[in-house]
């Protein structure tokens, strides 16, 4: 069986990683990168860093407004699949590289997987729920992370191809803690357990600047350093804007790799962030979070207490920062860590019809 993962940007690239190892000796895997995320430190560190092989094909296609970008993509996969004819074309998450490659599959009569299937944040404002929602609907295969995103899919009449497999970020996540357990922390001029660690890209928190300048002033006025990992997107719009990003308690840094990321989360006294990827890989540390968003796709972390909701425009950030920590707890809502090799098995076992 020959199965083809599309992937395009930095979450989909640690999501890849337990997929590609789970498929060795089981299935041929081919990986198309669409080129969606290019610099060294958003692409090429993390298929070096978590083992995953070379991409057998990259787009290039690189950034650009919604339509142009997915639009070069769709026109760039038509060929690699009808190339390759795989058996399944997998795709990851939310990003425009998943709603690109879902259109190029169904449109060729090809058989589309969805890997963290279900999700909602029920914000249409997201560019994330637009892909998310067409591309579930589109798929033939619904890989779904959580019992939540299970009970999504239900409700959208979707049950019948919806398989409950895991979270396969769980499995990088802590087999990545495990392999960098008591390694030096990451990070300069901060000690262990006395810093925030905070990211900061969605566009609803970029590219206002009055929005950005609330988040910056509540950052930079947090009670111990804040460790701002500054994704392209929020320096180019933060000079846009003339805002610093080096101020009071804030200190930015470029992105880090993924191991790094883990190290300085788990040695973090919390997390500030507006990305879905960490506000669950803090909880999975046991770290807690504060989110800059209405809302979440990952509603059992809030439900478990390690994560807040918190507008900075009218609530106080550092009030729900410094919070006592949550209740222990031993839930696992996301999986056990094995959820790579379920998603073999339902691809290899499965055909969609
Ligand atoms: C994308 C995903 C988002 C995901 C995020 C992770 C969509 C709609 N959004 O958002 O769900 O959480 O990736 O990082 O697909 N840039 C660079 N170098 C790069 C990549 C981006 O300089 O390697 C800059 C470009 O100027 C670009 C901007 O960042 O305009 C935004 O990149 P883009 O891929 O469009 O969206 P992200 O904000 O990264």
Excluded at 244 to 254: E, N, T
């Amino acid at each position: 069986m020959r199965i083809l993962s599309v992937v395009g940007a930095r979450p989909q690239f640690v999501k890849l990683a337990p997929i590609a190892h789970a498929m060795a000796g089981r299935a041929e895997h081919v990986i198309v990168h669409t080129g969606q995320h290019y610099d060294e430190a958003m692409s090429d560190v993390f298929f070096r860093d978590l083992g995953i092989p070379e991409p057998d094909v990259n787009l290039e296609v690189g950034s650009g407004r919604h339509g142009a970008q997915t639009a070069a993509m769709l026109a760039g996969l038509e060929p690699v699949f009808e190339e390759y004819a795989p058996d399944w074309v997998l795709v990851y998450g939310d990003t425009n590289s998943t709603l690109a490659a879902a259109v190029a599959a169904v449109k060729m009569h090809l058989p589309l997987a969805h890997l963290e299937a279900g999700l909602r944040s029920f914000n249409r404002r997201m560019p994330e729920e637009h892909n998310r929602v067409l591309t579930d609907h589109a798929a033939d295969l619904l890989l779904a992370p959580s019992e939540v995103a299970m009970r999504h899919l239900a409700h959208e009449g979707l049950a019948e191809r919806s398989v409950m497999v895991g979270d396969v970020m769980t499995d990088v996540l802590f087999a990545t803690r495990d392999a960098v357990a008591g390694e030096p922390l990451p990070l300069d001029g901060v000690e262990p357990g006395a810093f925030y660690l905070s990211t900061i890209h969605r566009p609803d928190n970029t590219d206002d600047p009055t929005r950005l300048t609330a988040i910056l002033d509540s950052l930079a006025s947090l009670d111990r350093p804040v460790v701002l990992l500054a994704h392209p997107r929020l320096r180019a719009l933060a000079e846009q804007h003339g805002l610093s990003l080096d101020r009071g308690a804030l200190h930015a840094i470029p992105p880090l790799a993924y191991p790094q990321l883990v190290a300085a989360a788990a040695a973090s006294a919390g997390v500030v962030t507006d990305s879905g990827g960490l506000q669950k890989e803090a909880f999975l540390l046991r770290v807690p979070c504060t989110t800059i968003r209405p809302e979440t796709e990952w509603v059992e972390t809030v439900e478990l207490g390690w994560n807040r909701l918190v507008d900075p425009e009218t609530q106080d950030l550092a009030a729900a920062v410094v919070r006592p920590l949550p209740a222990a707890t031993d839930a696992t809502p996301y999986g056990d860590g094995h959820a790579a090799r379920r998603v073999v098995d339902a691809l290899v076992g499965v055909q969609a019809d």
